[in-house]
């Protein structure tokens, strides 16, 4: 790491601290807000119940563009979002520096993927104010979710419809932004039982901070469902529609690349409960989606047309039976069948399914020393009809002292997945390199943490080893510059997590800091370098502050500041303060209607979060939210 590319951002520093200084200052003594206001009056997300997994970013919506699934992410603790422009325009997900297609999504009950390739795993047509906070899961709690991701899930749980109501919110900005979203929800019934209904509309376009960066988006979802006091059912369906540029978007030559993506999503997810204790679930997913990517939007079907349509079918079935006191087994089965039609892939195949179910059992009656000891063993069985089956087994060990609000755990997890279709059957000497000798992809992570929690503060931490074996990696070698090459790979992966947070008086406060270092070893010799797996912080602290500011008035500001891993396709600095601030106005002193000044990206970096994509850069908007 260069000294002198460090120093510029460091010296920054004091400006956040000044600006922070100045929302605590001008405070005076903030009026204390109820806890559950937070949420409903503000889209704050509550403090999680333990903060090491806990979503701790203060900003629930996007500057550039609508809220989707991934908004909340960025300013995540242990998430990295890697993205080409804005985040919501295309963002790849990585956890625990894990690369873009080893972090998967669940929806509610199903594990949703692109098995086409990970980039577009969080297009997910489902507005954010139908679905809960995000959860990350790692470990055991990833095995048992499901998804064919061998690190980390990102799950969302389906979001109860407490009243009848709407939301409007509209947004203007720099470089032609404007954008626009309304929410609309109704119950008929009792809060025992009853018909629920909600509905999805958004759209946003402008002309980005960077030449040929300009994007038009739209989607509108429905949901209709019912409940009672032991069963839920969902049905939902979603679409949308994305179009977007950036120079250097995908292939390191600066030529103004575009996007055109389609995604059309239906799901349906059952739970239900009996007296005796016994859980089930039951989902079934249909997603389309195709994508026309062009190398250069000013000389179309340059080289090859990039034209891809995926389907996916997957269902899942899963029962939790309690034996006896402290005894449960655990009871999953997953399948998935999806397809391709691709212009440039030339895999030898077009289709796979795939088949996984779980048995597991936990038991929760043992004492050690007074401590509560909790114990899971899982074992998956995944089965493809293009690779040979796997078993991998999963244990996990929670001790917990009698009456405290504290825990220690254990975890070790042996987990597996399979490249995607660009990996494998991408040309071998094309732009994009393939590789059809690709297979099961190979993860055992140990983990050891510690939490603690209070009625209005809580603290984790956590540290974990991964070994990860024959791991797809994007590549580049200086032998071959005009192209990046799907390459496997051996990496160790070390990292230590803490994290904490503190409510007080309407102000909350989240602190994080990791490190991580790697290990990595190819079976290419020529690599030089890597896109996705060895692009990873070794040092990143998050803060998130939420300060009101009288009756009228609230400060909000997510930072991120990092000391990446040098990379040489990066340009610029391997370090990035990153700042999204916002000033928010209540004229009516309640929660119907807020108005805010926000500012992403505050001092203007040029830090590439992947390697030889340019950054986005500053942007001013304001945003008036109206709920009813």
Known sequence: ??????????????????????????????????????????????????????????????????????????????????????????????????????????????????????????????????????????GSSNLQAGTPASVATVAYDWKPVAQSGGTLSTGFGEHGLNTQSLYLSATQGSDESGWYADLGLARSEGNGSRPDGDHHFQQAAMRVGWHNERSDWNLAAGYQDKFFGWRGMYAPYGTAETEDIQTVLLMTDWITETGGGDRFTLAAAFRKNMDDYEFDRYRPGLYNPYEHETRLFATHAGWEHPLRDGLKTLWTIDTRFDAIQSTSLTSSFQSRSFFQSLVGIEYSGFEVRSWDLKTTALLRFSDSNRHTPRWLPSLRVDLTPPDAPYGLYFDYTHNAQLPGYTAIGSPINGLFGGNPNLGWEHSHQFEWGWTRQSTNWSIGTSFFIRQDRDMTDWTFSWARPNARSASPVDIETCGIEYQASLRHAGMIFHFSYAWMTKNATYSDPLVDASFYALNYPTHRTTLSTRIPIGAHLECRMDNSFRIQESNPLRNGSDSAFLSYLSIVVFPLQSKYWEISFSVDNLWDSNYESIPAVPASGRQFAIQSLINW
């Open 1 to 138: 790491m260069r000294i002198d590319s460090l120093a510029p951002n460091l010296s920054r520093s004091g400006h956040i601290l000044i600006a922070v200084s100045m929302c605590v200052a001008h405070g005076g003594l903030p009026q204390a807000i109820q806890a559950e206001d937070a949420g409903t009056a503000y889209g704050i997300p509550e403090l999680e119940t333990y903060a090491i997994r806990g979503m701790t970013s203060v900003h629930g919506h996007s500057v550039e563009g609508y809220e989707t699934p991934i908004s909340r992410l960025r300013f995540q603790p242990f998430v990295e979002i890697q993205n080409r422009g804005f985040a919501e325009a295309q963002g790849d997900i990585s956890v625990r520096g894990g690369s873009f297609e080893s972090s998967g999504f669940r929806i509610g009950s199903l594990p949703l993927i692109d098995p086409q390739t990970g980039h577009y795993a969080s297009e997910i047509p489902i507005p954010a104010r139908m679905l809960e906070k995000p959860v990350i899961l790692t």
